[in-house]
């Protein structure tokens, strides 16, 4: 399916003649349907973590070896600093003979991020989100060295305009949905609540072919209220089976199988209420708030 989607949006592209186009990865790098194009302008490799393992390797160098497959021949890559893989970023640049640009440190701030001694402005919350900018301010200097010309005021309307659908996204001011869902995008979670300096109420579901029991017992842990929930659908969790973990952590959670009522009970709560655990959580969640 993942292949053949991405073959009808290589021809809408086209057909539309994009300038330039953003291909993301479905999984991996090396054998992905997006890895058929040629040398890109810029590949670019956030941070790693373990996720899909039972297809890209059990360990980060495995993982970070299937994906810096993206890496081609005579090309340019940008990434940020993940310092455990490094050496095998570093090493397949070289086999490729790739011009390879590893960003410095960025700084959160309450407004945005400081990066090379310039703040700006960004629309996107989360701790996290700061190193990505980075990112994106490297890939924009490879960019204008190729010819393009992408100016430092677009470049800083685009930060403060961005926003990402669940990812720390709030949709109120007392509500914010992440959809991470592996043990990296759970600890990023939990650095951006810890942040917050407030009380928080998890609504949490987890698809069962995830890492689920080390992620929930990471997340809970920034919780005073948790509230277990489940969505209709085989790979989903129950929501009992979080409890259990809760339980077992000394953590008190309700099991509320049914996402309105779950977030209806949080909803009584005085603390930030932070729903999370998956993207398939979000179809229907603007409808049930």
């Known amino acids: ?47 790693i973590s373990l996720d899909h393992t039972q297809y890209l390797g059990e360990t980060i160098d495995e993982i970070a070896k299937e994906k810096c497959g993206i890496i081609k021949q005579g090309g340019c890559v940008v990434t940020v600093p993940n310092i455990s893989v490094q050496d095998i970023i570093k090493a397949t640049a070289k086999t490729e003979d790739a011009n390879l640009i590893i960003c410095d440190k960025a700084t959160k701030t309450d407004s945005g991020f ?12 989360g701790v996290y989100q700061a190193e990505n900018a980075s990112a994106v301010t490297e890939i924009i200097g490879v960019l204008n060295q190729k010819g393009y010309a992408i100016s430092e005021d677009a470049m800083r309307d685009g930060f403060k305009y961005a926003q990402w659908q669940a ?30 300096k ?16 080390e992620c929930i017992s990471d997340i809970i842990s920034v919780a005073e209220n948790v509230i277990a929930t489940e969505l209709d659908m085989p790979r989903a969790l129950k929501a009992d089976e979080i409890k259990k973990i809760c339980d077992n952590s000394g953590v008190n959670c309700l099991a509320i199988p049914d996402v309105g009522d779950a977030i209806a009970e949080a909803m009584t709560k005085d603390s930030l209420i932070c729903i999370c655990g998956s993207l398939y959580l979000y179809k229907d969640l603007n409808e049930i708030i």
């Open 1 to 47: 399916e993942f292949a053949f989607i991405t073959a009808v949006a290589m021809k809408y592209f086209a057909d539309c003649d994009c300038d330039i186009v953003v291909l993301e990865t479905g999984m991996g790098g090396r054998l992905d349907a997006t890895n058929i194009i040629p040398t890109p302008e810029c590949a670019v490799l956030t941070s």
């Open 167 to 196: 990812r720390y996204e709030f949709v109120t001011p007392d509500i914010v949905i992440d959809g991470g869902h592996n043990k990296d995008g759970i600890r990023v979670l939990k650095e951006s609540l810890k942040a917050e």
């Open 114 to 125: 400081i990066y090379k001694d310039k703040e700006y402005e960004l629309g996107l919350g």
């Open 198 to 213: 407030r009380p928080i109420t998890l609504v949490i579901t987890m698809m069962k072919d995830k890492d689920y029991a």
